[in-house]
């Protein structure tokens, strides 16, 4: 057979030694993602539909219980319960990550404005809380919140709690701790699609009468898109599956469907239950991305 | 019309720093309505410091900006009536060029029909009505620079402001535009007001230049004024090629190291330069009754219609046409005739 060369990238090569090399240095990937991705997924898939023995050992028989008990239909007749856990992850992911985005912009801006000296500290700042455990990091709100400390003192003269209690557990401390989370999976993205801003389409936008809004809209809004879109996903998808910081800052009335999980793998020893609830959050996931995706190619044709 | 109509502008005093350059420099102009003016300058002369003042992108540290009579000084660039071609365009890459155009007009919450009737106007007599549905990248350097043309004229400014807006065009377009935007600037009647390097653009289409040079202007006037009658060695030079003698003043002529020449007027000093363009000097077998060089041909270049000759001595550049051949060696008599001797006021 002749062989037939062809140059790639100023190399001289022939298709063949392309695919042999690409398989060499992608298969280490692709296996470790076997591993630990694709096939843990697929016994998930598989344990979904097992049922909890009596000592919390899985019975291999196939049934649909753990899903219909996820929408809600238990022993005693239908209830909300999950569901409210379910659409409650969902609002404080959304909330956490619309927080985040409202927080980034002017964030950004500051530090795209700085002088480029001061420019890279100011972004160290942002990354430095990475550089702690995230359990640790979310016991320091405790600290912060403490009764003894001013937040609280002012929260008790305002009457918003009882005087000599702390801030924590609320709904109020699982924002404060996701969205000091998440802020910089938001500023950085957008922090790179802000720095590379051209300033000469929002002074065209201002040559042409636009009001502020206007301005953010049509000439800032579209040139972040790039970032803020990667940030949006980064913020959205794990805080949908977050539990470290709804368990330890918002309590048990405050469950959050990672919290679930984390119960019936824990706790309950319930795996099977605990599989189909992951299968549902992981569809959930998807469905956003898809909406999510749908409308963000709507709003680069924004008029 | 003057400068106190609807469109005519005047800037009065005009000083901007940038830290410790001094960018704009005592800078006062009057621009009568439904003139096209150009501001002329080599790069960082504060040309385009200027042209953003009046479109209020930039705040003047001093001096003051007034359109029609009126004092727009502190209006902020969205309630001036003026629009920009901005040098890179500035096109709005998410938008049709339809919604480019209409841009302004939306943003002053226009009704439909009207944004459609002036937006199809302006496309129409751009000719870019075949284009109204694609987007910026899909467009050439040329089509782009018309939508940007098309986006500030639908809002009727009363002056138009222009930053450099041939210099991403290859040569050849940029010859045309300069010709179609002089014809639309006719046509229309309103003031437009060119920032650009090129002197040739600015004689093209200008009724009146501005040289300036590190932020101050050095000379201004029609373009037969500026070109015809440098007043200093830098216009001279910026404004095409020009041949600068320099000498002693003695018996009201001019001591140089070519001879002595006979000057039309006396200059105002007693050492200095005098300047004469290429195609100024004439060509002769013989020797002419005064200001007569022996020259001799060092290097021809041929430009097609001419040729560029450079002589010895000097090097002085002559400007001939192509009727007679030139080759290097030849000699002839070049007159550097009195009337054709700009004497620069610039010691």
Same mark, same amino acid.
């Given at each position: 057979?002749?062989?037939?060369?062809?140059?790639?990238?100023?190399?001289?090569?022939?298709?063949?030694?392309?695919?042999?090399?690409?398989?060499?240095?992608?298969?280490?990937?692709?296996?470790?993602?076997?591993?630990?991705?694709?096939?843990?997924?697929?016994?998930?898939?598989?344990?979904?539909?097992?049922?909890?023995?009596?000592?919390?050992?899985?019975?291999?028989?196939?049934?649909?219980?753990?899903?219909?008990r996820l929408a809600g239909f238990g022993?005693?007749?239908w209830s909300a319960d999950y569901l409210v856990i379910v659409w409650r992850s969902v609002w404080v992911a959304?909330?956490?990550?619309?927080?985040?985005?409202?927080?980034?912009?002017?964030?950004?801006?500051?530090?795209?404005?700085?002088?480029?000296?001061?420019?890279?500290?100011?972004?160290?700042?942002?990354?430095?809380?990475?550089?702690?455990?995230?359990?640790?990091?979310?016991?320091?709100?405790?600290?912060?919140?403490?009764?003894?400390?001013?937040?609280?003192?002012?929260?008790?003269?305002?009457?918003?709690?009882?005087?000599?209690?702390?801030?924590?557990?609320?709904a109020?401390?699982?924002?404060?701790?996701?969205?000091?989370?998440?802020?910089?999976?938001?500023?950085?993205?957008?922090?790179?699609?802000?720095?590379?801003?051209?300033?000469?389409?929002?002074?065209?936008?201002?040559?042409?009468?636009?009001?502020?809004?206007?301005?953010?809209?049509?000439?800032?809004?579209?040139?972040?898109?790039?970032?803020?879109?990667?940030?949006?996903?980064?913020?959205?998808?794990?805080?949908m599956?977050?539990?470290?910081?709804p368990?330890?800052?918002g309590?048990a009335k405050y469950m959050l469907v990672g919290n679930l999980?984390?119960?019936?793998?824990?706790?309950?020893?319930?795996?099977?239950?605990?599989?189909?609830i992951?299968?549902g959050l992981?569809?959930l996931?998807?469905?956003?991305?898809?909406?999510?995706?749908?409308?963000?190619?709507?709003?680069?044709?924004?008029? | 019309?003057?400068?106190?109509?609807?469109? /005519?502008?005047? @800037?009065?005093?005009?000083?901007?720093?940038?830290?410790?350059?001094?960018?704009?420099?005592?800078?006062?102009?009057?621009?009568?309505? /439904?003139?096209?003016?150009?501001?002329?300058?080599?790069?960082?002369?504060?040309?385009?410091?200027? *042209?953003?003042?009046?479109? /209020?992108?930039?705040?003047?540290?001093?001096?003051?900006?007034?359109?029609?009579?009126?004092?727009?000084?502190?209006?902020?660039?969205?309630?001036?009536?003026?629009?920009?071609?901005?040098?890179?365009?500035?096109?709005?890459?998410?938008?049709?060029?339809?919604?480019?155009?209409?841009?302004?007009?939306?943003?002053?919450?226009?009704?439909?029909?009207?944004?459609?009737?002036?937006?199809?106007?302006?496309?129409?007599?751009?000719?870019?009505?075949?284009?109204?549905?694609?987007?910026?990248?899909?467009?050439?350097?040329?089509?782009?620079?018309?939508?940007?043309?098309?986006?500030?004229?639908?809002?009727?400014?009363?002056? @138009?402001?222009?930053?450099?807006?041939?210099?991403?065009?290859?040569?050849?377009?940029?010859?045309?535009?300069?010709?179609?935007?002089?014809? *639309?600037?006719?046509?229309?009647?309103?003031?437009?007001?060119?920032?650009?390097?090129?002197?040739?653009?600015?004689?093209?289409?200008?009724?009146?230049?501005?040289?300036?040079?590190?932020?101050?202007?050095?000379?201004?006037?029609?373009?037969?004024?500026?070109?015809?009658?440098?007043?200093?060695?830098?216009?001279?030079?910026?404004?095409?090629?020009?041949? @600068?003698?320099?000498?002693?003043?003695?018996? /009201?002529?001019?001591?140089?190291?070519?001879?002595?020449?006979?000057?039309?007027?006396?200059?105002?000093?007693?050492?200095?330069?005098?300047?004469?363009?290429?195609?100024?000097?004439?060509?002769?077998?013989?020797?002419?009754?005064?200001?007569?060089?022996?020259?001799?041909?060092?290097?021809?270049?041929?430009?097609?219609?001419?040729?560029?000759?450079?002589?010895?001595?000097?090097?002085?550049?002559?400007?001939?046409?192509?009727?007679?051949?030139?080759?290097?060696?030849?000699?002839?008599?070049?007159?550097?005739?009195?009337?054709?001797?700009?004497?620069?006021?610039?010691?």
């Amino acid at each position: 057979m002749k062989r037939k060369m062809l140059v790639w990238y100023g190399e001289l090569t022939t298709t063949r030694s392309l695919i042999k090399r690409g398989l060499l240095f992608l298969s280490p990937g692709m296996l470790w993602l076997l591993a630990f991705l694709v096939l843990p997924g697929l016994v998930l898939v598989v344990v979904s539909f097992a049922s909890r023995g009596a000592y919390g050992e899985l019975v291999w028989e196939f049934n649909l219980e753990n899903y219909k008990r996820l929408a809600g239909f238990g022993i005693f007749g239908w209830s909300a319960d999950y569901l409210v856990i379910v659409w409650r992850s969902v609002w404080v992911a959304l909330v956490t990550t619309v927080l985040s985005v409202v927080l980034s912009y002017p964030l950004c801006f500051f530090i795209a404005r700085r002088p480029e000296r001061t420019r890279y500290l100011w972004l160290t700042m942002v990354i430095i809380p990475f550089w702690t455990n995230m359990v640790i990091r979310t016991y320091a709100w405790f600290l912060i919140l403490a009764p003894e400390l001013p937040f609280a003192r002012l929260a008790a003269m305002l009457g918003l709690v009882s005087p000599g209690s702390p801030l924590y557990p609320s709904a109020f401390a699982v924002y404060l701790g996701m969205v000091s989370m998440f802020l910089p999976f938001v500023a950085l993205p957008l922090y790179s699609s802000v720095e590379r801003l051209d300033w000469e389409l929002v002074e065209a936008a201002q040559d042409l009468y636009a009001s502020r809004l206007r301005v953010f809209t049509q000439a800032i809004l579209p040139q972040t898109l790039p970032g803020l879109s990667v940030g949006v996903i980064l913020t959205f998808v794990p805080a949908m599956g977050m539990f470290v910081v709804p368990d330890l800052l918002g309590g048990a009335k405050y469950m959050l469907v990672g919290n679930l999980i984390q119960q019936q793998f824990g706790a309950s020893r319930d795996w099977a239950f605990g599989a189909a609830i992951s299968m549902g959050l992981m569809v959930l996931t998807m469905f956003s991305l898809y909406l999510y995706r749908r409308k963000s190619k709507g709003a680069e044709v924004l008029v | 019309m003057d400068s106190e109509s609807g469109g /005519g502008l005047v @800037l009065q005093g005009m000083n901007k720093h940038f830290g410790r350059v001094h960018a704009v420099r005592d800078v006062s102009l009057e621009v009568p309505a /439904g003139e096209f003016f150009t501001l002329l300058g080599p790069s960082g002369c504060g040309k385009t410091t200027l *042209l953003r003042i009046i479109a /209020g992108l930039e705040m003047p540290d001093e001096g003051r900006v007034l359109l029609g009579g009126k004092d727009i000084t502190d209006l902020p660039a969205t309630r001036r009536q003026v629009n920009t071609v901005f040098q890179s365009y500035a096109l709005f890459p998410h938008l049709t060029v339809f919604e480019n155009v209409a841009f302004g007009l939306r943003s002053r919450k226009f009704p439909q029909d009207e944004i459609n009737e002036r937006v199809g106007k302006r496309l129409e007599m751009l000719g870019l009505e075949e284009m109204a549905q694609r987007r910026p990248d899909q467009l050439s350097g040329g089509q782009k620079q018309r939508v940007a043309l098309a986006r500030a004229l639908v809002n009727e400014p009363e002056v @138009l402001l222009l930053d450099e807006p041939m210099s991403a065009l290859d040569a050849k377009l940029r010859a045309q535009v300069q010709v179609e935007l002089r014809r *639309l600037q006719q046509k229309l009647g309103r003031t437009f007001i060119l920032v650009t390097h090129d002197q040739d653009e600015a004689m093209v289409v200008s009724d009146r230049i501005a040289v300036m040079r590190d932020g101050a202007v050095i000379q201004s006037g029609t373009p037969e004024e500026v070109y015809d009658a440098p007043r200093t060695r830098f216009v001279a030079e910026f404004l095409g090629a020009a041949n @600068l003698i320099s000498g002693k003043v003695v018996d /009201g002529g001019l001591q140089t190291e070519l001879g002595f020449l006979h000057l039309e007027e006396t200059p105002p000093w007693s050492q200095g330069t005098v300047a004469i363009r290429p195609e100024w000097i004439r060509l002769h077998e013989s020797p002419p009754a005064q200001n007569g060089i022996r020259g001799r041909v060092r290097e021809v270049i041929f430009r097609g219609t001419d040729y560029d000759l450079w002589m010895e001595p000097g090097p002085l550049r002559v400007r001939s046409h192509t009727y007679k051949h030139f080759k290097p060696g030849d000699e002839i008599w070049l007159e550097l005739a009195p009337d054709e001797l700009v004497v620069l006021h610039e010691a």
